[in-house]
């Protein structure tokens, strides 16, 4: 799947986008982001406060429990700051 | 129909009412919102990055939940992103209905889903050089609840 970064969650990570397989046991986005808060030390520090953390599976606004089956696209960001 | 667009460029907030309105003889009030780069003490920039892939979509969702919400209302929504400097425009609603009690309400629902509804966020640049992300003004409540909410998307947390 497709991993894509926005603001300062870009910039903790260090990239905009990657591209991951998970482990068959990573169905949901909560277990999607602990586990991608193991691949390195700017995603654990990124990912450390789940509270400021917002998620999109394939461009739609999701929860912790979300599905990932079948998504192709998931935006991990800030919650957003425009208008 | 609520139209949303999405451009770096500016906007002509004249040009976007004269063009919502022609041809209507039965609109009896429009309003017009402007969001503006505010000159806070020192702060050069503000530069607004966005999710290319959603952000027109999400727009478009939270104008057509307007229309819907109220069905007499036209209107236009416009979000720029890119690096924008104080005083300059960076969010255009226009709205017209037959009374004005529809067009303000719309306007405003617009306005406030725009601001916590669509993938924008705003870096802001001093003058010093430092740059700094705008954190999301919501309470921890209010982000908790959003989250727990959000799968719902955004019909779910219009309601």
Redesign the interface.
């Known amino acids: 799947m497709q991993l894509v970064y926005f603001a300062w969650v870009r910039e903790m990570v260090g990239t905009d986008a990657e591209t991951l397989a998970p482990p068959a046991d990573v169905t949901t986005v909560a277990a999607l982001l602990d586990w991608l808060a193991g691949r390195s030390d700017g995603h654990a520090a990124a990912l450390v406060d789940r509270s400021r953390i917002r998620v999109a599976v394939d461009q739609q606004f999701a929860g912790p429990d979300t599905p990932l089956a079948g998504a192709t696209e998931i935006a991990i960001f800030p919650p957003v700051t425009g208008g | 129909m609520i139209a949303a667009r999405l451009q770096a460029e500016p906007f002509d907030l004249a040009a976007e009412q004269a063009a919502l309105l022609a041809g209507r003889t039965d609109l009896g009030a429009a309003v017009c919102f402007t969001?503006l780069v505010r000159a806070d003490e020192g702060l050069a920039a503000l530069t607004?990055?966005?999710?290319p892939?959603?952000t027109l979509?999400?727009m478009q969702a939270i104008a057509d939940q307007a229309a819907a919400r109220w069905p007499g209302v036209v209107g236009t929504a416009i979000?720029r992103h890119g690096r924008l400097e104080p005083g300059a425009p960076?969010?255009l609603v226009v709205t017209a209905s037959p009374h004005r009690a529809d067009a303000f309400a719309a306007a405003q629902f617009l306005?406030d889903w725009?601001?916590?509804?669509?993938?924008?966020?705003?870096?802001e640049e001093w003058a010093d050089g430092s740059t700094r992300?705008?954190?999301?003004k919501?309470g921890?409540d209010d982000?908790?609840e959003?989250?727990?909410?959000?799968?719902a998307?955004?019909s779910g947390?219009l309601e």
């Open positions: 969001g607004l990055e966005h999710y892939a959603m979509a999400q979000h960076i969010v306005m725009l601001k916590t509804g669509a993938p924008f966020w705003k870096r992300w705008v954190d999301a919501a921890d982000a908790a959003r989250w727990a909410k959000a799968s998307g955004v947390r």
